[in-house]
């Protein structure tokens, strides 16, 4: 998917920007239990056209100063992003920030699209000519808060995006990524995998601009790890804050297809693993968990119990990710991931029998009734499998409203008794037949 970024100095109105693109989106996806969205980073719609958003004022540099702050969210922006929105606050004209935002997007050859923001009645157009001056052609007028002029701003980005860019591997390649946390071990891990005499490796650049992709073939399977560059990078300043490294994971976990969520056994759980954890999840990519630097952790036979409880605790959501404690530095159990990643992805793209699985379901139900409400009994009348990358059933019912969450969430363990998909979410929809 295309990626939009936008940028300005603060008080431009970005995110009031952002979240009038992004829409209803953000709060649907905070329904997930355990997920707190960052506002930052979100799949958006325009007419017929799909894309990703970045909100770069998200991104703060705790510590560099004001200009120095602004200079590096357009850097970001550059990297990241194949279209880029140049948000300007109309009633206060071109202001000096303004112009070192224009300095450092001048160096790019990505289209940058001007926008005034807070031209918030025709009146105030003619305050938009100011802004000519700035170099960036012809300023769109918006107001985010009357959400005016936003469909002309996309419909001039979206001429700008890149005719569907396809994926450049083949069907039978495994695609997958390691994500986490900074200095948890992710480029370590990624080294101890394969930097074995068995594997050939060659980079390959990705979709954004600063995205290495290593293909390696292991037991005659391709596989790709996408985006070794964001693991290893820490060159830029605002390579090493947060923001940055979960904006990051996300656009690598996109081009997954299999994630390994790598955890700091030594450290323990942090809210920000469970963050990423979350993501993985709600992109309905399959997942491994997966506990580094576990030689470093003083235990006992109990240790690993508890730990495991602990994430289990902690990633609900992620009950069906099987969790690996090894160690990238030592090597120990890292030999079981390969394996690991080849059933998480055969189970990602697994199809069942419409038969059995209608069997599965009738089984379920004369075993446990289907809900009531108000009298009301759901029925069920049969199942099939629509989609894999996840695997996704469409369960023909009397009245989707009467499948409870709690009855869905039956249905799912009892399919999963019977066909395993360990490793990857499946999802279930009711439909009323009709
Ligand atoms: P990344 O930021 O997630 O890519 O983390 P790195 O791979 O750069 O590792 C961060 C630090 O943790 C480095 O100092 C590594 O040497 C160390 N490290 C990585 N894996 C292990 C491990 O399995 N055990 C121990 N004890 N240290 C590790």
């Not at 918030?120 to 005016?148: Q, R, T």
């Not at 080849?342 to 069942?352: P, T």
Request: hydrophobic share 40%; proline share 4%.
């Amino acid at each position: 998917k295309p990626v939009v970024a936008i940028v300005g100095r603060p008080n431009v109105g970005k995110s009031t920007i952002f979240n009038r693109i992004v829409g209803e989106r953000i709060s649907i996806v905070e329904d997930i239990p355990g997920v707190t969205r960052d506002r930052i980073y979100s799949s958006a719609e325009w007419l017929t056209h799909e894309f990703n958003i970045i909100d770069t004022g998200g991104i703060e540099i705790s510590d560099a100063p004001f200009m120095e702050q602004i200079r590096h969210q357009a850097e970001i922006a550059i990297d990241e992003a194949d279209v880029i929105i140049f948000l300007v606050n109309g009633r206060e004209g071109v202001t000096s920030a303004d112009e070192e935002v224009a300095k450092i997007l001048y160096k790019t050859k990505k289209p940058v699209v001007l926008a005034v923001n807070k031209i918030d009645n025709p009146d105030m157009k003619e305050m938009i000519y100011d802004f000519y001056a700035l170099g960036f052609g012809e300023p769109y007028p918006i107001s985010g808060s009357h959400g005016l002029g936003l469909g002309d701003l996309l419909d001039e980005a979206a001429k700008f995006f890149p005719s569907d860019e396809g994926d450049q591997y083949g069907e039978n390649v495994i695609k997958f990524s390691l994500i986490g946390r900074p200095n948890v071990g992710k480029s370590s891990l990624f080294n101890a995998l394969i930097g074995e005499d068995r594997v050939i490796v060659s980079d390959i650049e990705g979709t954004t601009r600063d995205a290495i992709d290593s293909v390696f073939t292991f037991d005659e399977q391709e596989y790709v790890v996408i985006d070794t560059a964001g693991m290893r990078k820490k060159g830029k300043v605002y390579e090493s804050t947060e923001k940055y490294s979960v904006l990051r994971a996300l656009r690598a976990i996109e081009r997954s297809d299999v994630v390994l969520v790598v955890l700091n056994g030594e450290e323990g759980i942090r809210e920000q693993d469970k963050r990423i954890a979350g993501y993985a999840h709600e992109s309905g990519r399959a997942v491994i968990i997966v506990v580094n630097k576990w030689d470093a952790v003083e235990k006992d036979e109990k240790t690993m119990k508890l730990f495991e409880q602990n994430i289990r605790e902690h990633f609900q959501f992620l009950s069906y990710a099987p969790v690996v404690f090894l160690s990238a530095k030592t090597k120990k159990r890292v030999h079981t991931l390969m394996p690991m990643i080849d059933m998480a992805s055969e189970n990602h793209s697994l199809r069942v029998q419409s038969s059995i699985l209608n069997e599965v379901i009738m089984d379920a139900i004369a075993t446990n009734p289907t809900p009531t409400d108000k009298g009301k009994r759901l029925r069920v009348y049969y199942a099939t499998q629509v989609a894999v990358k996840p695997p996704t059933f469409v369960v023909f019912v009397n009245e989707p409203e009467l499948m409870h969450f709690s009855y869905q969430r039956f249905l799912e363990n009892r399919i999963r008794e019977a066909f395993g998909f360990e490793g990857t979410p499946i999802r279930i929809i009711s439909r009323s037949r009709n």
